[in-house]
């Protein structure tokens, strides 16, 4: 069941506004009397919170299923994930496939894929929305591992893939080069 505000902007709705400004007024209040403390955690402190949410958060409010014994975090990863089953294409989704790069800020960052195949040596990304810093994230991932088959899935080449009738099929149509998208 959706939260009873998704999608509300304080713009559009007036519940949502007034939840808004009586945060603010809190705040506010909180500065003036000198009672107000910002998060000012230490790099260490912000590492140990990063990490533990990377292990234990859900994703919002994306669903998880279980395909094959395997998590995976919504639709689209769930039907590539039943398309590679039927398909008999061996996948993964364990951190171990991750891959360590440095932000712009020359911090170690881990970059999970959706998925790795490992008797193609390759990753598979979905991506039905970049959000934020997801392309830079992505440049930077790219740049650091060129050895790394990293392959950047959207819209219309997710559904090619899942209309593929045979594993030479599908892994035709990862390897082709107007899609390996790097």
């Not at 009873?4 to 007036?14: A, P």
């Not at 910002?38 to 402190?45: D, F, I, L």
């Not at 039907?79 to 996948?91: E, F, R, T």
Request: charged content about 25%.
């Amino acid at each position: 069941m959706p939260a009873w505000n998704k999608g509300l902007k304080k713009e559009t709705d007036h519940r949502v506004a007034a939840y808004a400004q009586t945060i603010s007024i809190l705040i506010r209040d909180s500065v003036k009397q000198g009672t107000f403390v910002p998060n000012k955690a230490g790099p260490a402190a912000r590492k140990v919170i990063s990490e533990r949410m990377s292990r234990e958060n859900p994703g919002g409010r994306c669903l998880w299923y279980t395909v094959d014994e395997e998590k995976v975090q919504g639709t689209w990863e769930r039907d590539l994930a039943l398309k590679m089953v039927h398909l008999q294409i061996k996948w993964t989704k364990r951190r171990q496939s991750s891959l360590i790069y440095h932000d712009l800020f020359n911090n170690i960052r881990r970059y999970t894929p959706d998925f790795f195949l490992p008797e193609y040596d390759m990753f598979l990304e979905l991506k039905g929305y970049w959000w934020g810093s997801d392309k830079e994230k992505m440049k930077l991932v790219f740049e650091q591992h060129p050895n790394h088959r990293i392959i950047t899935i959207e819209n219309e080449f997710f559904k090619l893939l899942l209309q593929a009738t045979s594993k030479q099929q599908f892994i035709s149509l990862l390897q082709h080069p107007l899609v390996a998208q790097r």
